[in-house]
Structure formats: structure tokens, C-alpha cells
């Protein structure tokens, strides 16, 4: 009987919390994602605003002259910021864990003190939280971990990889950050920039699409967010080239 239970339990922990990497790496790719779409398309409608009466081929060129150096250079920077916020935080974290065990370890009478305090504040009597503590102080291991969750309340990026984080969030730059600048790379003609239009406004709608498969929130919410802050940030960028001339 505990046998089947336990491979029911595993069953229903596979089911109900599996994590792929998709939802591991939501965050990269919709970060990264938008803000390629947006970069990119800042150039284009930038641009088509500041277009004047200069020869087709030029305003075209330029964008995808520009449009490429912006994706390449912002996918890198990104990526690189990406790598060394994760390192930072995971250093940050790693110094006050440290803190943390040395006072659990040479004042330990001041930490008990602390985490009842929180406990009591999380809704448990005092005897309720001193009851806990003093299971909690059997495994120091797991009351470090209290501390840093509940006292300095900070995430545990412990597990985090800043490589493959880095990596994913500079491929989802890319190649998102591509989309807008289809039109200008495989066709011609006087309506390359709603077409550039139609494909920014379809490449938020995939990643609203990713978020909301993802984050099992409302469909609306997680499209119409997407739709509703990227058009917001491309009309800016297409204001702003239309205060200019080329």
C-alpha cells in the first residue's frame, strides 16, 4: 500500500508540477522576446516617421542596416546584462545566507527569538511558533532557508543558470526581434512598413500566446498586456521619428 501511494504521489507531483523548459524559462523569453519586437521595430517606425522624399532604396536600407545592428548589439547587451544581474544576485544571496548561518550558529538564542516573531506575525500563537522553531532548529539547513525567505524575504536563485538564462534570452531576442524586419528582407513595395506593422503586432500576440499556455492566467490578460504595452512602445518610437526628417 505505501508503495502505491508513493508512486501515486510522484504521479500526481509529475502531472500537476511539472516544470518544462518553457516555464522554467518563461521570464528570458518573454523579456527578451519583447524587447527584441520592440528595438526592432523602433527603428522601423522611426524611420517611417522620419521618411521624407528620398530614393526607395534608401529609407530601406537604412533599416535594415540599422535594424540589424540594434538586434545584434541590443541581443548581446541583454544577454550580458542577463549573465551578470544573475551572477550579482546569486552572489548577494550566497553572502547573507552566510550571515545568516553564522548567527544561527554563534547567536542562536537571538535568531530563535527572530523567527518566532515572524511566525507570530504569519498568523501562529506564540507557542504554535515556539513548537516549530524548535523543529526547525534540528535542521539548521532548512531554517537558514526560512530566514532568507521569510526575515530578508529575498527569492533563492541558487538553481538558477545564468549561462542558459543568458542564452535564451538572447535567442529569444533574436529571434523575435527579426519578425518586424521580414518584410523589409524578403519583399518590396510601398507598404513594407504596415506590413512590418502586422507582423510586430502578430509576434506579441505568440508571445502572449507562450505566456498565458505558460502561466495558466486569464487569455486576455496575458495577450492583451503584450498588444496593449508593445503598441505603446512602438506608437512612442514612431512619434518620435515623426518629429524628424530624414
Not at 518563461?26 to 522601423?44: C, H, R, S
Not at 547573507?96 to 501562529?124: C, D, P, W
Amino acid at each position: 500500500m505505501n508503495n502505491q501511494n508513493e508512486i501515486n504521489i510522484a504521479k500526481h507531483l509529475e502531472e500537476e508540477h511539472k516544470i518544462t523548459p518553457l516555464s522554467a524559462y518563461l521570464k528570458e523569453i518573454v523579456y527578451g522576446g519583447n524587447d527584441g519586437i520592440i528595438t526592432t521595430f523602433a527603428v522601423v517606425a522611426g524611420f517611417a516617421g522620419a521618411q521624407a522624399n528620398v530614393g526607395s532604396h534608401l529609407p530601406v536600407l537604412s533599416v535594415l542596416i540599422f535594424g540589424f545592428a540594434n538586434l545584434f548589439g541590443d541581443g548581446v547587451s541583454m544577454a550580458l546584462g542577463n549573465l551578470l544581474s544573475t551572477r550579482s544576485e546569486q552572489d548577494v544571496y550566497a553572502n547573507e545566507k552566510a550571515k545568516e548561518l553564522y548567527e544561527i550558529v554563534h547567536n542562536t538564542e537571538m535568531e530563535r527569538i527572530e523567527s518566532v516573531q515572524i511566525l507570530i506575525t504569519k498568523g501562529f500563537t506564540k507557542p504554535q511558533a515556539e513548537q516549530l522553531i524548535s523543529i526547525y532548529s534540528t535542521n539548521p539547513k532548512y531554517w537558514v532557508d526560512f530566514m532568507m525567505n521569510q526575515e530578508l524575504e529575498l527569492p533563492n536563485p541558487e538553481k538558477d543558470n545564468p549561462y542558459k538564462m543568458s542564452l535564451v534570452t538572447f535567442c529569444s531576442f533574436i529571434t523575435f526581434g527579426f519578425i518586424p524586419l521580414i518584410p523589409y528582407v524578403f519583399f518590396q513595395g510601398e507598404f513594407l512598413f504596415v506590413a512590418s506593422i502586422f507582423m510586430t503586432a502578430l509576434s506579441l500576440f505568440l508571445i502572449g500566446i507562450m505566456r498565458w499556455r505558460v502561466s495558466k492566467q486569464g487569455f486576455i490578460r496575458s495577450v492583451g498586456e503584450m498588444l496593449l504595452l508593445g503598441g505603446a512602445a512602438a506608437t512612442v518610437a514612431y512619434v518620435v521619428g515623426a518629429m524628424f526628417r530624414i
